[in-house]
């Protein structure tokens, strides 16, 4: 396994959740292929498809969100080619919404990467909860 993609491929988890936590909305959708698919259909969030979905998705985060962290932990790269590279990653999430709701997800992303330009960016990311969503007392 090429040491210097496994490293730019879990730098690319952390630059997924540090741009969404820091509300760096292009940022954020420029992690994705232009035509990734983001599945949140467990979550009840929908199947999204293509930069526009997404950033709509992160927009709307933005107006309902005050705060929010992704502590991503356990990345692991089960298959890793020249161009194409397939792993998991858990998270736990930590929200505060604009209306005061506390809540923590904890899930865990199925992904898919792809090599463009030089640039590995996730192509598909499937998330699931690994628990149900715990309202958090504030």
């Not at 962290?69 to 999430?93: C, P, Y």
């Not at 923590?104 to 992904?111: C, F, G, S």
């Not at 499937?126 to 958090?136: D, F, M, Q």
Request: hydrophobic share 35%.
């Amino acid at each position: 396994m090429n040491v210097e993609d496994h490293l730019a491929i879990q730098e690319l988890t952390h630059r997924y959740a540090y741009f969404i936590d820091c509300f760096d909305i292009d940022s954020w959708v420029d992690v994705f292929t232009p035509t990734a698919i983001l599945d949140e259909t467990e979550l009840g969030t929908g199947l999204l498809e293509g930069h526009e979905a997404i950033r709509r998705y992160g927009r709307e985060i933005v107006s309902t969100t005050q705060h929010v962290v992704h502590l991503m932990s356990n990345h692991i790269i089960w298959s890793l080619e020249r161009d194409a590279a397939r792993g998991t990653v858990f998270s736990i999430v930590d929200a505060l919404s604009k209306s005061g709701e506390r809540t923590r997800y904890q899930i865990k992303y199925e992904d898919e990467y792809l090599k463009i330009s030089g640039c590995w960016k996730i192509a598909r990311r499937k998330v699931r909860p690994t628990l149900p969503p715990e309202a958090v007392s504030t």
